[in-house]
């Protein structure tokens, strides 16, 4: 049986920069608190939690003093900035440079909207660490959209601006775009901005791809990361023997049977290179 890693998977660089930053600190013996997860991977997390950093949430952040902290790469809203420096943290910054960009072009959008009584939309998913800095640049004026059920909240008579997620799925947004036009009047300014991240909406075409070379598919990715589950649902689509897991230990001996000769291991954007090698060698022992 030959078994093969997805050259391609593996996190993309604004969380390569988090983790380096991160255990660039931690190296030197200091201590560093990520605000939330670094990556929605748990044994990534667990990696580096052994090594001494610690995960805090936003309550603890404003209520501590003088701690190193990290923003991750998803960034964060312009209140987090001021409460670091209110509370004396040195903060290292990992926010993705193609999130910072997006955040200053949603801050600069929602300015010239209010200009013309104008919507600034932002496609994405409620709760997610991303969209809530994106949606602290609008200063609670933007309008947050997360499928064609949530358009109603829309005026149609208004200009309407989009934006989105950065690893939104694409097809999602065009529908939701579609469904927009259809109902805007003729005299309202539609606008929309491509903010998804190439380097994420280009793996959905290379795994399409992939996914088919193979007998099996076993995806790696983390259980609470969105992106790993809209790649593994799309290796799914293709490949109808795809399966996810998080570890090693949910490996399921009966996917690979003996007319088995082929597996490609692949996963998300927040999966490290070293688990999907875990799982690699995993396979041959089942």
């Not at 964060?76 to 004396?88: F, H, Q, R, V």
């Not at 990992?94 to 600034?120: F, H, M, S, W, Y």
């Not at 901005?193 to 290379?206: E, G, L, P």
Request: aromatic fraction near 8%; charge should be positive.
């Amino acid at each position: 049986m030959v078994v093969e890693i997805d050259k391609k998977s593996g996190f993309c660089f604004g969380v390569v920069k988090a983790i380096e930053a991160t255990d660039e600190v931690l190296e030197r013996g200091e201590k560093i608190y990520s605000l939330g997860q670094i990556v929605h991977n748990k044994e990534e997390i667990t990696r580096l939690e052994d090594k001494g950093m610690v995960t805090i949430d936003h309550y603890s952040f404003s209520t501590m003093k003088s701690k190193a902290i990290l923003f991750r790469a998803h960034g964060e809203s312009p209140d987090s900035y001021i409460t670091a420096k209110k509370n004396g943290h040195k903060v290292i910054d990992a926010t993705c440079p193609v999130v910072l960009k997006l955040q200053q072009r949603v801050k600069n959008a929602c300015e010239r909207l209010a200009d013309i009584n104008g919507q600034l939309v932002i496609f994405g998913k409620a709760g997610h660490a991303e969209v809530i800095g994106l949606m602290g640049q609008t200063e609670g004026k933007g309008i947050l959209i997360e499928g064609v059920k949530d358009l109603d909240k829309l005026d149609y008579s208004r200009p309407i601006e989009t934006f989105s997620q950065t690893t939104m799925n694409v097809d999602k947004i065009k529908q939701m775009i579609s469904e927009i036009k259809k109902r805007i009047s003729n005299t309202a300014i539609f606008k929309t901005n491509n903010t998804t991240c190439r380097q994420v909406s280009d793996r959905f075409a290379h795994l399409r791809s992939f996914s088919k070379k193979y007998d099996v598919i076993v995806f790696v990715g983390g259980k609470n990361s969105s992106n790993s589950k809209m790649l593994y649902h799309e290796c799914k689509r293709n490949n109808e023997n795809s399966y996810f897991v998080s570890n090693p230990g949910e490996l399921d001996e009966n996917w690979f049977n003996n007319s088995v000769e082929r597996v490609g291991i692949c996963g998300g954007t927040s999966t490290p290179f070293w688990l999907m090698d875990d799982v690699a060698k995993a396979i041959p022992e089942l």
